[in-house]
Nanobody
Framework: QVQLVESGGGLVQAGGSLRLSCAASGRPFSWYDMAWFRQAPGKEREFVAVISRSASSTYYVDSVKGRFTISRDNAKNTVYLQMNSLKPEDTAIYYC?????????????????????WGQGTQVTVSS
């Protein structure tokens, strides 16, 4: 049974930083891509960043490029999201997610439908 547990959210002023963590268990962590999504009140869940199983590839939504960095530590079964220069529009619940199966394509998955397992989410609030 795959379990994902996020941590690291909180309240921060605009321009500040936070680092989110997601601890995974239940299957070989290093075999699967990992991603972060977020959902703001009244909005659909949106893709933020994804990292390949070997960490050789990453991809970001345009709105966070240059500010957020996704990384993983396969020895610790953990994926991270370092968020710098935070803006009020980054306020959302942040979720980590992983696909049901190993990605065989060179294109990393960025849609919610490609992900089978989700954490419970961690709230990030950025004040202006």
């Amino acid at each position: 049974q795959v379990q994902l547990v996020e941590s690291g959210g909180g309240l921060v002023q605009a321009g500040g930083s936070l680092r989110l963590s997601c601890a995974a268990s239940g299957r070989p962590f290093s075999w699967y891509d990992m991603a972060w999504f977020r959902q703001a009140p009244g909005k659909e869940r949106e893709f933020v960043a994804v990292i390949s199983r070997s960490a050789s590839s990453t991809y970001y939504v345009d709105s966070v490029k240059g500010r957020f960095t996704i990384s993983r530590d396969n020895a610790k079964n953990t994926v991270y999201l370092q968020m710098n220069s935070l803006k009020p529009e980054d306020t959302a619940i942040y979720y980590c997610a992983t696909p049901a199966s190993i990605t065989t394509s060179s294109v990393l998955p960025t849609t919610t439908g490609k992900y089978a397992y989700w954490g419970q989410g961690t709230q990030v609030t950025v004040s202006s």
